[in-house]
């Protein structure tokens, strides 16, 4: 049975930080890419960052290059995602998720195949 669970969202003020985790479990992670992405109230879900099969490779969504990070520990089956200087716009619930699409497709959500739960990040003002 496949599964992700996100961790480690909750309320940070603006300039703070929070690191996401995701625990998988079920398929061969490393054969997979694997990403974060969000959705904030109203909006559609929105691509963050990925870290490519075998984890040679990140990308990033323009508005977080330089303030997050994506990494991923294949022995542990762990995804996380630092986040740095966190803005009020950053709010949402992130969602972790794996896909074996092309690279080039990957900041498009419908080419995702497992996904987690969620977790809420709240940044205030």
């Known amino acids: 049975q496949v599964q992700l669970t996100e961790s480690g969202g909750g309320l940070v003020q603006a300039g703070g930080s929070l690191r996401l985790s995701c625990a998988t479990s079920g398929f061969p992670i490393r054969n997979y890419h694997m990403g974060w992405f969000r959705q904030a109230p109203g909006n559609e879900r929105e691509f963050v960052a990925a870290?490519?099969?075998?984890?040679?490779?990140?990308f990033y969504r323009q508005s977080v290059e330089g303030r997050f990070t994506i990494s991923r520990d294949n022995a542990k089956r762990m995804v996380y995602l630092q986040m740095n200087s966190l803005r009020p716009e950053d709010t949402a619930i992130y969602y972790c998720?794996?896909?074996?699409?092309?690279?080039?497709?990957?900041?498009?959500?419908?080419?995702?195949?497992?996904w987690g739960q969620g977790t809420q990040v709240t940044v205030s003002s």
């Open positions: 998720a794996s896909s074996t699409a092309a690279l080039s497709s990957i900041r498009q959500p419908t080419m995702w195949n497992y």
């Open positions: 870290s490519s099969r075998p984890g040679v490779a990140t």
